[in-house]
C-alpha cells in the first residue's frame, strides 16, 4: 500500500466513522449512564471557574467530604479535559461534550485499519486481501455497536481505547524490528507517552504496561549472551517508563495533595465489593473483613457472574456477529507479533476483572475497558473470515474479487445490531431526561424546589445534581437509621429515590419499618410517573431534626 493510499483510506474510514457517530450522539440528548454526566459536569465547573469539582458526593470512602466535592476521587481526568476547549469555544451543553467523544471514538476504526494492515503485511498476504483486510477492518469498526455507542457517550471508554490501542501499534513494531531501538527511540518514547495518558483514563492501563513488560522480554530472544540480552531488555522499558511517569506523575502529586494518597482511592477497595452498591457505603463501607465471612461459595459464585457478564454480556451479545466470529478465530491467531501486546493486554484485563473486581465489573469495569478487547475481536474477525474465504475460494476456483465476500457479509449483518444499540441508548437517555425535567416541575409545584433544600440524598446523584444544578448526596444501600445519619451529617432534607428493584433495596426498605423509618415523609405531589402511570421517582421529606 503507497503512502497516498494508505492516507486516502485512513482519511475514508475516519470520515465514516465521523458520520456515524454523529448519527448515534444526536440519539443520546442526555448524558447516560452516570459517569458520562460527570466527566460532562466536571468539565463545565472547570470552564465557568469553579474548578475540578462536582456537585455530587457519591463515594464516601476518601475525605475530604465537602460539597463541591474534589473531582475524580476514583475515576480520571483526560475525558474531562479533551471536552474542555468544546465546552469553552461551544457553550457548556452535554452537546458540546458530545463533539469531543465523536472525534475521539472515531479515530478506533483507523487503528482497526492500521492494526489489520500490519496483520496482512505479517501474514504476507496478496495486496488485493491485504487491502480489503486493512480496509474491511476499519469500515466494520466504524460500524460496530459497541465502537459507535461511546462516540454517543464522551467518557472514558473512547481515549482509553485509542491510547491503549495505539501503544500496541507501537509495541509491535518495536516487536517486530527491536534491533534499531535505543533509548531515543521515538518508538519507545511514544509507546510511554500513550501509556500515560491512558492511565490518565483508566486504571486498566497497568495492564497493557505490563503486557509491554512481557513482551519487550520476548522481543530480545534473539540477542545472544545473557548480559547484552538484559542490557537491550532495559533499553525497551526504560524510556516508555520514564515517558509515561512524566505524564502521570502531575496527576498523582494533585491527588496526594487533594485526597491525601497518590493511590488510586477507592478503586483499591472495588476488590471488596460485596454488592454494586457497596460503592455506596457510608456506615457500612467495604472490608476485607466483611467480603472474606461471605464464604468461598459466594467469593466463588461471583467469579462465575463475572465471567458470564464479561463474556455474554459485554463481549457477545452486544457485538453480534463480529464478537462471537473474532473469539472462535482469535485460536489461529496466538502467535501472530502484531496481534501479541493487544491480545495480552486483553487477556490481563480480562483476568483482573473476573477474578480480582468480580462484582465491580457487573456495573461497568470491564464494559469501559473492553474497547481495546472489541478492537482486537473486529480485526481477528476479518482476518478469520479472509482465512475462510481463501479456502473456499481455493477450492471452488473463485476468482480474485471473492475477498470482498467477508467484509461485505459482515457489514451486511453489522448494520442491523447498529440501529439496534443507537435506538436502544436513545431510549433510555430520552427517558432519563424526561424524568429528571419533571422532577424539577414535581418538587417546584410541591412547594419543595430543590434548589432551596440542598444538599439533596439521591440514588442517582450525578444525575440530580447536574440536571438541578444542586449539591447531591449518594444514597447507601443502607437503614433508614444510616440514612438519617447521613442526612444529619450534611443537613440534607430531601430523599429523592427511583422506584427501581433492580437498583437498590430502597424505597422498599421503608415498607420493612424499624428504627427511623418514620422519619422519611413520602410527598406524593413531588412524584414522577411512568409512562405506564407507575411510580417512577419518589421524593420523600426528612422529618426528624
Given at each position: 500500500?503507497?503512502?497516498r493510499?494508505?492516507?486516502?483510506?485512513a482519511?475514508?474510514i475516519?470520515?465514516?466513522?465521523?458520520?456515524?457517530?454523529?448519527?448515534a450522539a444526536?440519539?443520546?440528548p442526555?448524558?447516560?449512564?452516570?459517569d458520562?454526566?460527570?466527566?460532562?459536569?466536571?468539565?463545565?465547573?472547570a470552564?465557568?471557574?469553579?474548578?475540578?469539582?462536582?456537585?455530587a458526593?457519591?463515594?464516601?470512602?476518601?475525605?475530604?467530604?465537602?460539597?463541591p466535592?474534589?473531582?475524580?476521587?476514583?475515576?480520571?481526568?483526560?475525558?474531562?479535559?479533551?471536552?474542555?476547549p468544546?465546552?469553552?469555544?461551544?457553550?457548556?451543553?452535554?452537546?458540546?461534550?458530545?463533539?469531543?467523544?465523536?472525534?475521539?471514538?472515531a479515530?478506533?476504526?483507523?487503528?482497526?485499519?492500521?492494526?489489520a494492515?500490519?496483520?496482512?503485511?505479517?501474514?504476507r498476504l496478496?495486496?488485493?486481501?491485504?487491502?480489503?483486510?486493512?480496509v474491511g477492518?476499519?469500515?466494520?469498526?466504524a460500524?460496530?455497536?459497541?465502537?459507535?455507542l461511546?462516540?454517543?457517550?464522551?467518557?472514558?471508554?473512547?481515549?482509553f481505547?485509542v491510547?491503549?490501542?495505539?501503544?500496541c501499534?507501537?509495541?509491535e513494531r518495536?516487536v517486530r524490528?527491536?534491533?534499531?531501538?535505543?533509548?531515543?527511540?521515538?518508538?519507545l518514547l511514544?509507546i510511554?507517552l500513550?501509556?500515560?495518558?491512558?492511565?490518565?483514563?483508566r486504571?486498566?492501563?497497568a495492564?497493557y504496561?505490563?503486557?509491554?513488560?512481557?513482551v519487550?522480554?520476548?522481543?530480545t530472544?534473539?540477542?545472544a549472551?545473557e548480559?547484552?540480552r538484559i542490557?537491550?531488555y532495559?533499553?525497551?522499558?526504560?524510556?516508555?517508563?520514564?515517558?509515561?511517569?512524566a505524564?502521570?506523575?502531575?496527576?498523582?502529586?494533585?491527588?496526594w495533595?487533594?485526597?491525601?494518597?497518590?493511590?488510586?482511592g477507592?478503586?483499591?477497595s472495588?476488590?471488596?465489593?460485596?454488592t454494586?452498591?457497596?460503592?455506596f457505603?457510608?456506615?457500612d463501607?467495604?472490608t476485607?473483613g466483611?467480603?472474606l465471612?461471605?464464604?468461598?461459595?459466594?467469593l466463588?459464585?461471583?467469579?462465575?457472574?463475572?465471567f458470564l457478564?464479561n463474556?455474554?454480556?459485554v463481549?457477545?451479545i452486544?457485538?453480534?456477529p463480529?464478537g462471537?466470529?473474532?473469539?472462535v478465530?482469535?485460536p489461529?491467531f496466538?502467535r501472530s507479533?502484531v496481534?501479541r501486546?493487544?491480545?495480552?493486554?486483553?487477556?490481563?484485563?480480562?483476568?483482573?476483572?473476573?477474578l480480582?473486581f468480580?462484582?465491580?465489573t457487573?456495573?461497568g469495569t470491564f464494559l469501559h475497558?473492553?474497547?481495546?478487547?472489541?478492537?482486537?475481536?473486529?480485526?481477528?474477525?476479518?482476518?478469520?473470515?479472509?482465512?475462510?474465504?481463501?479456502w473456499?475460494?481455493?477450492?471452488r476456483?473463485?476468482?480474485?474479487?471473492?475477498?470482498l465476500?467477508a467484509?461485505?457479509?459482515?457489514?451486511?449483518f453489522t448494520?442491523p445490531?447498529?440501529?439496534?444499540?443507537?435506538?436502544?441508548?436513545?431510549?433510555?437517555?430520552?427517558e432519563?431526561?424526561?424524568?429528571?425535567?419533571?422532577?424539577?416541575?414535581?418538587?417546584?409545584?410541591?412547594?419543595?424546589?430543590?434548589?432551596?433544600?440542598?444538599p439533596v440524598i439521591?440514588?442517582f446523584?450525578?444525575?440530580l445534581?447536574?440536571?438541578?444544578?444542586v449539591?447531591a448526596?449518594?444514597?447507601p444501600?443502607?437503614?433508614?437509621a444510616?440514612?438519617?445519619?447521613?442526612?444529619?451529617t450534611?443537613?440534607?432534607?430531601?430523599?429523592?429515590?427511583?422506584?427501581?428493584?433492580?437498583?437498590?433495596e430502597?424505597p422498599?426498605i421503608?415498607?420493612a419499618?424499624?428504627?427511623?423509618a418514620?422519619?422519611?415523609?413520602?410527598?406524593?405531589?413531588?412524584t414522577?410517573?411512568?409512562?405506564?402511570g407507575?411510580?417512577?421517582?419518589?421524593v420523600?421529606r426528612i422529618?426528624?431534626p
Amino acid at each position: 500500500m503507497t503512502r497516498r493510499e494508505a492516507i486516502v483510506s485512513a482519511a475514508a474510514i475516519f470520515g465514516l466513522a465521523v458520520a456515524v457517530r454523529i448519527v448515534a450522539a444526536a440519539a443520546v440528548p442526555f448524558a447516560v449512564p452516570e459517569d458520562t454526566a460527570y466527566y460532562w459536569g466536571v468539565a463545565r465547573n472547570a470552564v465557568e471557574g469553579r474548578g475540578l469539582v462536582s456537585d455530587a458526593l457519591w463515594s464516601y470512602y476518601l475525605p475530604p467530604l465537602t460539597l463541591p466535592r474534589p473531582a475524580f476521587e476514583i475515576w480520571l481526568p483526560l475525558p474531562t479535559f479533551l471536552s474542555l476547549p468544546f465546552l469553552a469555544v461551544l457553550g457548556t451543553t452535554f452537546r458540546s461534550a458530545q463533539v469531543a467523544g465523536v472525534l475521539v471514538s472515531a479515530i478506533v476504526p483507523v487503528l482497526a485499519w492500521r492494526l489489520a494492515a500490519d496483520l496482512a503485511e505479517e501474514r504476507r498476504l496478496a495486496p488485493l486481501r491485504g487491502r480489503v483486510l486493512a480496509v474491511g477492518s476499519g469500515i466494520v469498526a466504524a460500524l460496530y455497536g459497541p465502537l459507535v455507542l461511546y462516540g454517543a457517550l464522551p467518557d472514558s471508554t473512547a481515549p482509553f481505547t485509542v491510547a491503549a490501542v495505539s501503544a500496541c501499534i507501537l509495541m509491535e513494531r518495536v516487536v517486530r524490528d527491536p534491533r534499531g531501538a535505543r533509548l531515543a527511540d521515538p518508538r519507545l518514547l511514544g509507546i510511554g507517552l500513550l501509556l500515560g495518558l491512558a492511565a490518565l483514563t483508566r486504571n486498566e492501563a497497568a495492564w497493557y504496561a505490563l503486557a509491554w513488560v512481557g513482551v519487550a522480554w520476548g522481543a530480545t530472544r534473539a540477542v545472544a549472551g545473557e548480559g547484552a540480552r538484559i542490557r537491550a531488555y532495559v533499553r525497551l522499558l526504560a524510556t516508555p517508563a520514564l515517558a509515561a511517569i512524566a505524564v502521570y506523575v502531575p496527576w498523582t502529586i494533585r491527588q496526594w495533595a487533594v485526597f491525601g494518597t497518590p493511590l488510586p482511592g477507592q478503586a483499591l477497595s472495588n476488590a471488596y465489593f460485596r454488592t454494586g452498591n457497596d460503592v455506596f457505603g457510608w456506615a457500612d463501607k467495604p472490608t476485607l473483613g466483611a467480603w472474606l465471612a461471605q464464604g468461598p461459595a459466594k467469593l466463588v459464585s461471583d467469579r462465575v457472574d463475572a465471567f458470564l457478564h464479561n463474556t455474554l454480556a459485554v463481549l457477545l451479545i452486544p457485538a453480534l456477529p463480529v464478537g462471537p466470529i473474532g473469539i472462535v478465530a482469535l485460536p489461529w491467531f496466538l502467535r501472530s507479533v502484531v496481534l501479541r501486546p493487544l491480545l495480552v493486554g486483553a487477556a490481563l484485563t480480562f483476568l483482573a476483572t473476573t477474578l480480582v473486581f468480580p462484582v465491580a465489573t457487573l456495573w461497568g469495569t470491564f464494559l469501559h475497558a473492553g474497547g481495546p478487547i472489541h478492537v482486537l475481536l473486529v480485526v481477528s474477525a476479518m482476518a478469520g473470515l479472509d482465512m475462510l474465504v481463501a479456502w473456499v475460494a481455493t477450492r471452488r476456483g473463485w476468482g480474485r474479487g471473492s475477498a470482498l465476500l467477508a467484509p461485505a457479509a459482515v457489514i451486511l449483518f453489522t448494520i442491523p445490531m447498529l440501529f439496534v444499540t443507537i435506538t436502544g441508548i436513545g431510549a433510555v437517555s430520552t427517558e432519563a431526561e424526561r424524568r429528571y425535567r419533571a422532577l424539577l416541575d414535581t418538587t417546584t409545584g410541591a412547594g419543595i424546589p430543590l434548589a432551596e433544600n440542598a444538599p439533596v440524598i439521591a440514588d442517582f446523584p450525578i444525575w440530580l445534581a447536574e440536571t438541578a444544578r444542586v449539591p447531591a448526596l449518594a444514597l447507601p444501600q443502607e437503614s433508614p437509621a444510616d440514612v438519617l445519619d447521613l442526612a444529619r451529617t450534611f443537613g440534607a432534607k430531601l430523599l429523592v429515590v427511583s422506584v427501581e428493584p433492580a437498583h437498590g433495596e430502597w424505597p422498599a426498605i421503608l415498607d420493612a419499618g424499624g428504627e427511623a423509618a418514620g422519619c422519611f415523609d413520602l410527598v406524593p405531589e413531588a412524584t414522577v410517573r411512568a409512562d405506564d402511570g407507575s411510580d417512577a421517582i419518589r421524593v420523600y421529606r426528612i422529618a426528624c431534626p
